[in-house]
């Protein structure tokens, strides 16, 4: 007989904030497509525009990768798919981290080669009714679009990511969040050319896709080791196992029918799956008593939403 796990994502007061996490995720989704034009639309031939270009072309996939996940794991689980469709953010977050990490690594070869090349960028003046304005002002105007309120989206998504747990939002909003230096940067890059210096529109474009080679590095990192159900990390410091683990091997610890446990957890999306093995202290245990111990640790916090408890062999 196959076990099917309930079907449930968020708590009812955590519900709340997912739609206002996937209302700013459309405001995102709809502000980068906008981003992107703009900064198209200005690109001429200067390297660090077409940095920012691509770098706004690539931020639309963190919101619809959210967005779209969002939906599918709200699926029921059923006999083919009993633990859910919980990895499906995970697939997301992998897929966006080596988007990430490929592009960063183009844009750095990219501006490499122009500076071997010395290709000298020239930016054009265009006629705007009747009057010819130096195309540079439009690129400050569409780099300072490009990182202001991306700014003021990542720092209004960061607690929600936190909350609800998701990575995907976790890492927009940082990406979202660091947006002001590589718009501040591109803009000293324009006027760089402007001032004559050829080379510093290629220098920041360098300079940007490094900065997005480690988020991207990072981000893919931890996407890997979570689709390898690395154990459970903190989200805010991935080096260390996430607090729940200990907080449910204090429970365990506490039951005085408990002789001694091992625990084994993995996290789906924003909910945990786990293991508890237990050798009790006597050979005589009731299913009541373990079934007590199951719903105090799933009321215990809401990701712990699926626990199995094993009990083994006791010591003779």
């Given amino acids: 007989m196959r076990h099917i796990t309930e079907s449930f994502e968020f708590p009812p007061e955590l519900i709340p904030l997912f739609k206002k996490a996937r209302k700013y995720e459309w405001i995102s989704f709809i502000y980068m497509i906008s981003s992107t ?27 619809a990768s959210f967005l779209i996940a969002s939906k599918i794991v709200y699926w029921k689980p059923n006999k083919n798919f009993p633990y859910g469709f919980h990895k499906v953010n995970g697939i997301a977050y992998l897929i ?27 930016i054009p003046y265009v006629t705007v009714f009747n009057h010819n304005i130096w195309l540079g002002y439009f690129m400050i105007i569409a780099l300072m679009w490009s990182s202001i309120p991306s700014t003021f989206l990542g720092y209004v998504k960061i607690p929600l990511a936190y909350s609800l747990y998701d990575k995907i939002l976790l890492a927009d909003s940082k990406m979202n969040k660091a947006s002001w230096t590589s718009g501040f940067a ?107 111990l199951q719903d105090k640790i799933k009321q215990h916090h809401w990701r712990l939403h699926d626990v199995v408890i094993m009990i083994t062999a006791p010591k003779t």
Wanted: proline content about 4%; charged content about 25%.
């Fill in 37 to 63: 034009f703009f900064s198209f639309m200005v690109m001429a031939n200067s390297q660090t525009m077409k940095t920012v270009w691509l770098e706004d072309l690539l931020g639309i996939i963190p919101p």
């Fill in 96 to 122: 966006s981290s080596l988007a990430l990490f490929v592009l960063g690594f183009y844009l750095l070869l990219d501006g490499s080669f122009v500076l071997i090349k010395q290709e000298h960028p020239q």
């Fill in 186 to 292: 591109s803009i000293l890059g324009i006027i760089g050319i402007s001032l004559g210096f050829w080379w510093a529109d290629a220098l920041v474009g360098i300079i940007i896709s490094i900065d997005i080679i480690k988020d991207g590095y990072t981000h893919l990192k931890q996407a890997t080791l979570d689709i390898i159900d690395e154990v459970p990390k903190s989200l805010e410091n991935n080096k260390k196992n996430d607090p729940l683990i200990l907080e449910v091997k204090e429970i365990v610890k506490k039951e005085k029918w408990v002789e001694s446990s091992k625990l084994r957890f993995r996290d789906d999306c924003h909910v945990f799956f786990g293991e508890i093995f237990i050798i009790p202290k006597s050979a005589l245990v009731s299913i009541e008593i373990v079934k007590k």
